[in-house]
């Protein structure tokens, strides 16, 4: 099982930043696929964003043009960034980092369905 090290959540005001990490150890086939997703107490985990190993992104419409997500790969071990920029009330979640094996970064559009890894999430709160 890849083991998923997520960071950098926390509060920031409305039109503000945040960036999260998210660090998979495992090996190329296992960490092909890193994503987000978010959810809200009460309500359906939605997606955020993803990125294959070689670069490939998908994103959920309510982040386009605002978050970015990118990956570095190393030997044993990828981290995923997700930085987040004019943040909305409505961003205000749990963030779950997710991955899953394959070989081809066209696996990696977001569909909960297809991800069964995740990780303990971190919190990201934007005020009015």
């Known amino acids: 099982q890849v083991q998923l090290m997520e960071s950098g959540g926390g509060s920031v005001e409305a039109g503000g930043s945040l960036r999260l990490s998210c660090a998979a150890s495992?090996?190329?086939?296992?960490?092909?696929?890193i994503g987000w997703f978010r959810q809200v107490p009460g309500k359906e985990r939605e997606p955020v964003a993803s990125?294959?190993?070689?670069?490939?992104?998908?994103?959920a419409d309510s982040v386009k043009a605002r978050f970015t997500i990118t990956r570095n790969n190393g030997n044993g071990e990828s981290t995923a960034y997700l930085q987040m920029g004019s943040l909305k009330p409505e961003d205000t979640a749990m963030y779950y980092c997710?991955?899953?094996?394959?070989?081809?970064?066209?696996?990696?559009?977001?569909?909960?369905?297809?991800?069964?890894?995740w990780g303990r999430g971190t919190q990201v709160a934007v005020s009015s």
């Open positions: 495992g090996d190329n086939y296992n960490t092909n696929c």
């Open positions: 990125i294959g190993r070689n670069g490939r992104t998908f994103y």
């Open positions: 997710v991955n899953r094996r394959g070989t081809s970064d066209d696996a990696c559009y977001l569909d909960v369905r297809r991800y069964n890894n």
